[in-house]
């Protein structure tokens, strides 16, 4: 097992032993947020035909040789008026929304048409209402829809395929489910997407000292913020965690509790992982056929983090300090779930400058919990606002993004050129 090996090495290995999740079949209505497993190809049009965009008139544009009439002076569309020479159509047929027209249209002839409806043949151009009259079974249209114009021929119609075509590739696999994603596999008849399976991942506090948060936590007690932070943060993500559970400072409910969670994808075990007297996860996992992939990262928060193999599971053994846990499950639980559903792990770092000068352990990598903001020159300027200890559960509650400080640097002073990373629900444009 490796040691007190850098960040950078840590996150290889951990990144090394992922993999994207198999496929399965997800409802519509559960599919917000899932990552398709398969690019969407639409054996349909959409629209699928040819409808009016507008309650109107259906007519033959190229061949209007209506029953010409003189209904003396009109005012066109720009309010000049001018004699409109018209033409009469007769009105053969009544088209609403969801009806299939019978007649076809001849010249000298319209139909009716409202919004949605499919054109009838024969038709090229919808006439909107508000450019016609109509008067016992005929339509008279105004300009700009006469004869001498021929400017609007075909307009109103919303062609069949005019958003998607019969074998148009409409969405790569790994595309996200956003809502309007949703809306159009709903429109296009994808109504169980293959989707990539959602990684469940098992969670696993410990310490004598917690108690659940709808506890009132005796003199030597503290709430649990883990078991429920860190669950948050696997559904934030996409995976799958129905509870957590907690365990004693005692191997043998240590790995009961293991023994619960052994069919997840990844373990997530918090607290007790260090070298206190009562630290048992190493020793229960290793009890059960654990196999160590390293024990210590030179990084800060979150030194004694331990990460290897149970069987199939992944296993994090995170520090119990809330804050190293949150950021070990920003640096290394994250990017994994992210893998097991295809995307990408990480997103790019950002680059930003110090306001404040920042002290650190040359060896140390620190990720740190930061707030960033966007100068109106469009350049970004980071704070470490308020304190930063690792029992500071708010610093990482009130961060924005992640300050990464590399090892092999000790002093860095106000304006230094740093590398900030955005949290997922964190707003860089606050001021
Ligand atoms: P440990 O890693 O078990 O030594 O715990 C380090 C610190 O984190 C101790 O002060 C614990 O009380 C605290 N801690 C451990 N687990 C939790 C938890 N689930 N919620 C809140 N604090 C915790
Ligand atoms: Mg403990």
């Given at each position: 097992m490796r040691t007190f090996i850098s960040f950078e090495e840590a996150k290889l290995i951990v990144l090394g032993e992922s993999r994207v999740l198999e496929s399965e079949k997800c409802q519509l209505s559960d599919a917000l947020g899932r990552t398709l497993s398969l690019p969407i190809i639409s054996s349909e049009n959409l629209p699928p035909f040819a409808s009016s965009a507008m309650d109107?008139?259906?007519?033959?544009?190229?061949?209007?040789?209506?029953?010409?009439?003189?209904?003396?002076?009109?005012?066109?569309?720009?309010?000049?008026?001018?004699?409109?020479?018209?033409?009469?159509?007769?009105?053969?047929?009544?088209?609403?929304?969801?009806?299939?027209?019978?007649?076809?249209?001849?010249?000298?002839?319209?139909?009716?048409?409202?919004?949605?409806?499919?054109?009838?043949?024969?038709?090229?151009?919808?006439?909107?209402?508000?450019?016609?009259?109509?008067?016992?079974?005929?339509?008279?249209?105004?300009?700009?829809?006469?004869?001498?114009?021929?400017?609007?021929?075909?307009?109103?119609?919303?062609?069949?395929?005019?958003?998607?075509?019969?074998?148009d590739k409409v969405f790569p696999a790994g595309t996200v489910i956003s809502p309007p994603v949703l809306g159009m596999l709903a429109s296009l008849g994808f109504h169980s997407p293959a989707v990539i399976r959602k990684p469940l991942v098992g969670i696993i506090t410990t310490g004598?000292?917690?108690?659940?948060?709808?506890?009132?936590?005796?003199?030597?007690?503290?709430?649990?913020?883990?078991?429920?932070?860190?669950?948050?943060?696997v559904l934030y993500e996409g995976g799958t965690c129905d509870a957590y559970d907690h365990a004693k400072d005692d191997p043998e409910d240590i790995r009961r509790a293991i023994q619960k969670n052994a069919g997840s994808d990844l373990l997530l075990l918090a607290g007790g992982v260090s070298v206190g007297d009562h630290d048992y996860v190493k020793s229960a996992l290793?009890?059960?056929?654990?196999?160590?992939?390293?024990?210590?990262?030179?990084?800060?928060?979150?030194?004694?983090?331990?990460?290897?193999?149970?069987?199939?599971?992944?296993?994090?053994?995170?520090?119990?300090n809330p804050v190293s846990a949150a950021m070990c499950f920003a640096m290394y639980a994250r990017p994994l779930i992210r893998r097991f559903l295809g995307r990408k792990p990480t997103e790019p770092l950002i680059k930003a400058f110090l306001t404040d000068e920042i002290p650190k352990v040359k060896d140390l990598y620190y990720f740190s919990r930061a707030v960033a903001f966007q100068e109106d020159t469009g350049v970004y300027s980071v704070s470490l606002k308020g304190a930063q200890g690792s029992n500071l559960y708010g610093s990482v509650a009130r961060?924005?993004?992640?300050?990464?400080?590399?090892?092999?640097?000790?002093?860095?002073?106000?304006?230094?050129?740093?590398?900030?990373?955005?949290?997922?629900?964190?707003?860089?444009?606050?001021?």
């Amino acid at each position: 097992m490796r040691t007190f090996i850098s960040f950078e090495e840590a996150k290889l290995i951990v990144l090394g032993e992922s993999r994207v999740l198999e496929s399965e079949k997800c409802q519509l209505s559960d599919a917000l947020g899932r990552t398709l497993s398969l690019p969407i190809i639409s054996s349909e049009n959409l629209p699928p035909f040819a409808s009016s965009a507008m309650d109107g008139f259906a007519t033959q544009f190229t061949q209007q040789k209506g029953n010409d009439v003189d209904l003396g002076v009109w005012a066109n569309q720009e309010n000049e008026s001018r004699p409109a020479p018209m033409s009469r159509f007769r009105i053969v047929e009544h088209v609403a929304a969801g009806a299939k027209p019978l007649v076809s249209i001849q010249p000298g002839t319209c139909a009716r048409i409202m919004t949605g409806a499919v054109i009838p043949l024969g038709a090229d151009t919808i006439i909107p209402r508000e450019y016609a009259q109509e008067e016992d079974g005929w339509a008279t249209f105004w300009a700009p829809y006469d004869l001498a114009g021929n400017r609007e021929a075909g307009k109103h119609i919303r062609p069949a395929g005019e958003d998607v075509k019969v074998g148009d590739k409409v969405f790569p696999a790994g595309t996200v489910i956003s809502p309007p994603v949703l809306g159009m596999l709903a429109s296009l008849g994808f109504h169980s997407p293959a989707v990539i399976r959602k990684p469940l991942v098992g969670i696993i506090t410990t310490g004598d000292e917690i108690v659940a948060p709808d506890h009132s936590p005796g003199p030597a007690q503290i709430r649990n913020s883990n078991g429920p932070g860190l669950r948050a943060q696997v559904l934030y993500e996409g995976g799958t965690c129905d509870a957590y559970d907690h365990a004693k400072d005692d191997p043998e409910d240590i790995r009961r509790a293991i023994q619960k969670n052994a069919g997840s994808d990844l373990l997530l075990l918090a607290g007790g992982v260090s070298v206190g007297d009562h630290d048992y996860v190493k020793s229960a996992l290793e009890a059960m056929g654990f196999e160590p992939l390293f024990w210590k990262v030179k990084q800060r928060p979150g030194k004694p983090l331990l990460f290897g193999k149970l069987g199939p599971t992944l296993v994090l053994g995170l520090p119990g300090n809330p804050v190293s846990a949150a950021m070990c499950f920003a640096m290394y639980a994250r990017p994994l779930i992210r893998r097991f559903l295809g995307r990408k792990p990480t997103e790019p770092l950002i680059k930003a400058f110090l306001t404040d000068e920042i002290p650190k352990v040359k060896d140390l990598y620190y990720f740190s919990r930061a707030v960033a903001f966007q100068e109106d020159t469009g350049v970004y300027s980071v704070s470490l606002k308020g304190a930063q200890g690792s029992n500071l559960y708010g610093s990482v509650a009130r961060a924005n993004c992640i300050l990464h400080l590399p090892a092999g640097t000790d002093i860095l002073p106000e304006g230094a050129e740093v590398f900030i990373e955005r949290l997922p629900w964190g707003d860089l444009h606050l001021s």
